[in-house]
């Protein structure tokens, strides 16, 4: 088991950001092992039980499975949530006086990394798991090209692996190989909950994650990093000038695997800016880098937002305030050839975002955070054209079909701007006075 706060050995950077205008996307095929996709993220937290529940009931995740004390877990409860292929782990532990620790479903579960971590970040993603071929192999290429190793290679029932190298911060990355794993059972040791779980039946229509984006205090090492060992490509980069306001701004880049299925974004604060950055204000409250948002994938965004909206003063998640009218008036001058004019209406009321790119368009939203904590958030998305057909016949959709909301990155920022005003302490006033 690996401690907190690796620091990953990488060569001198070779990773340079040239913007927006200038980068050419490639993909060379130059992944070091076969990567699927993602298979789930966990949280840690201090109440699975009903931090699950409330992210159940305002995403529209059925809690499907269960690891805990009713099944002979006396180490950690976990809860999964499914949405199609979106899969979210809830985890928190039980008194470690009273464990046994070879009931751990999680093997690499550790009480003293939990503590830590909480402490330091609160409710957040611990690892963000990826479906590999084999996780063993994955893993031991990885080491041997410079990832700060996390626990070794673990054999579970029906030849399931796990294993864990260092991402950024105290988030990991972690191997799966299912072996004879049915699909929709998740991992050995996990019981079905069909039935007892309250939100069974909610489903907003969210399909699978999108992208995982991490904020980091220095972009290039942690760039270089993650390509070193995993062999993925650089996808997307974005510069400050491409993306900043006149207050604030960030640079970022993304990498991804040969299918363009795993997308792991980068951000890293600016500085010399009339405000703080956002990503450093993050960095501050988050004691450190981590997962900053998770884009989840919807088949119809408008069904899932009116679903999450509803739920929003009830339990469920809030959204950063919608950008002003004119953003919806010039939004028919760039977007009436893709969206109909019910369909650009409907954007306006729910406050969806929307940004093309040279392939297809993308519609996107983000919530505000998810805990008391200034931090992490949620983005919800859906991608239009870039429909190709596989060797077989089968059609699919590009990954990062329509970007990652370049035309739109100013319209967030600002609103995180106003947000951050809300939570900075207003001057008491002088009672003194006349």
């Known amino acids: 088991m690996g401690t907190l706060n690796p620091q990953p050995q990488t060569s001198p950077s070779q990773f340079k950001l ?27 937290c201090g109440d699975a039980t009903n931090i ?23 180490v950690h409860a976990s809860y999964l949530l ?28 550790s009480f003293s990394l939990f503590t830590s971590f909480l402490t330091s ?16 192999a994955a893993f031991h290429i990885s080491v041997s090209n410079g990832a700060s190793p996390v626990s070794p290679p673990i054999r579970l ?7 864990e190298v260092h991402l950024y911060g105290d988030v990991v990355l972690r191997y799966v190989s299912t072996g004879s794993v049915v699909d929709g059972n998740f991992l050995p040791g996990f019981e079905e909950m069909l039935g007892e779980s309250s939100f069974q039946e ?57 299918d363009e299925t795993v997308l792991f974004p980068m951000n890293e604060p600016v500085y010399g800016t009339k405000r703080k950055s956002q990503i450093q204000t993050y960095l501050e409250h988050n004691e450190g880098a981590g997962v900053q ?37 010039n939004l028919r001058n760039r977007a009436a050839d893709v969206l109909s004019e019910e369909q650009m209406k409907e954007c306006e009321e729910l406050g969806i975002l929307v940004d093309k790119d040279d392939q297809g368009t993308l519609l996107q939203i983000f919530t505000k955070p998810i805990g008391d904590r200034p931090t992490m ?38 609103s995180i701007e106003e947000y951050e005003k809300t939570l900075e302490r207003k001057p008491i006033a002088d009672t003194n006075a006349t």
């Open 18 to 44: 040239v913007g927006y205008s200038n980068f050419i996307r490639v993909n060379p095929l130059s992944d070091l092992f076969p990567v699927k996709r993602f298979h789930h993220v966990e949280f840690w």
């Open 52 to 74: 699950s529940r409330r992210f159940s009931w305002g995403l529209g995740m059925p809690i499907v499975a269960k690891s805990d004390l009713s099944t002979g877990n006396s």
């Open 82 to 109: 499914r949405s199609g292929e979106l899969r979210f782990l809830f985890t928190s532990p039980y008194s470690p006086s009273l464990s046994t620790p070879s009931s751990a479903t999680i093997p690499t579960f």
């Open 121 to 136: 970040h609160g409710l957040a993603v611990r690892a963000v798991a990826v479906e590999v071929q084999d996780a063993e």
């Open 157 to 163: 029932d029906d030849g399931v692996v796990l294993s």
């Open 202 to 258: 909610l489903d907003f229509g969210l399909r699978r994650l999108d992208h995982a984006v991490g904020n980091v205090p220095e972009l290039a090492p942690a760039i270089e990093y993650v390509k070193k060992f995993t062999g993925f490509h650089e996808f997307a980069e974005f510069t400050t000038e491409d993306v900043g306001t006149s207050e604030s701004g960030l640079n970022s880049a993304v990498v991804a695997n040969n």
């Open 293 to 329: 948002h998770l884009a989840l994938m919807s088949e119809d965004i408008f069904w899932t937002l009116r679903e999450m909206r509803k739920r929003s003063g009830l339990g469920g998640f809030e959204f950063m305030p919608s950008p002003p009218p004119t953003y919806y008036r």
């Open 377 to 414: 958030f949620i983005e919800i998305i859906q991608r239009i054209g870039c429909m190709m057909k596989d060797e077989e016949g089968k059609v699919y959709q590009k990954g990062g079909c329509g970007g990652f909301g370049k035309g739109n990155f100013s319209e967030l920022f600002k």
